[in-house]
Structures are given as C-alpha cells and as structure tokens.
C-alpha cells in the first residue's frame, strides 16, 4: 500500500523555525522525484521545493530560497523540509508529494506541477505571534 506521512507542523511565531518529515511507504523512490507544496486558505497549490529524481536537482519557491532547505535520506525512507525566518505568509497546510518520474526533467518541473503522483495527507504550519 502506497503511502505518505507527513509531520512536523504546528505553531510557530515568526522569525522561528520547523522542520517537517515525510515517511514513505510501498514504492521506490528511485522512479519518483519527491517534493514538497503548500496551499494557503484562498490560494492555490504551490510547489515549495523539489528534488529531481531525473538529474539530481533542487528547486526552490522565489518566496522560500534562502531559508528553506530540503533533504532525504533514502535509507530511511524519509523527506525532510527546514524551514528557518518563518512568516506569516508561510502559513499553509504543507503536502509531500512522491511525483511520477519524467526522463530529463529538472526539479522546477516537478514543482510547477505538471506531473501526477502519490500525495500525503498534508501538516498545517501556521506563523502567527
């Protein structure tokens, strides 16, 4: 059975940190580029950060590069997403996202959300003071 956890959200003031886990189960990774979205109350889907299983790269949201960082241990079937300087306009339910492998395609690709896949059940973050 395929499946995706996210964890990790919660309440954080700005200017803090979280770091939200994913664990995966009942597929190989190595066929899938892995991702992270969020979605806002009113706003649609955002890809927030990506990792291409085609060429290796990383893809970050304009909104989040410098103080988002995404990481997976394979080993542990897990994905990771550092979150660091939160703001309030970071608040979203945040989703991981195991998308269906596409020869060549870099990490934006994915992120932009042109490719299907398995989706978890998503982990609300919410920045307020």
Do not use: H
């Not at 919660?10 to 940190?17: E, N, R, W």
């Not at 994913?22 to 649609?44: H, M, N, V």
Request: hydrophobic share 30%; proline share 4%.
């Amino acid at each position: 059975q395929v499946q995706l956890v996210e964890s990790g959200g919660g309440l954080v003031q700005p200017g803090g940190s979280l770091r939200l886990s994913c664990a995966w189960r009942g597929f190989t990774l190595d066929y899938y580029s892995i991702g992270w979205f969020r979605q806002a109350p009113g706003k649609e889907r955002e890809g927030v950060s990506c990792i291409s299983s085609s060429d290796g790269s990383i893809s970050y949201a304009d909104s989040v590069k410098g103080r988002f960082s995404i990481s997976r241990d394979n080993a542990k079937n897990m994905v990771y997403l550092s979150m660091n300087n939160l703001k309030p306009e970071d608040t979203a339910v945040y989703y991981c996202a195991a998308l269906t492998r596409v020869p060549g395609k870099p990490a934006d690709y994915y992120c932009a959300g042109y490719v299907g896949g398995y989706w978890g059940q998503g982990t609300q973050v919410t920045v307020s003071s």
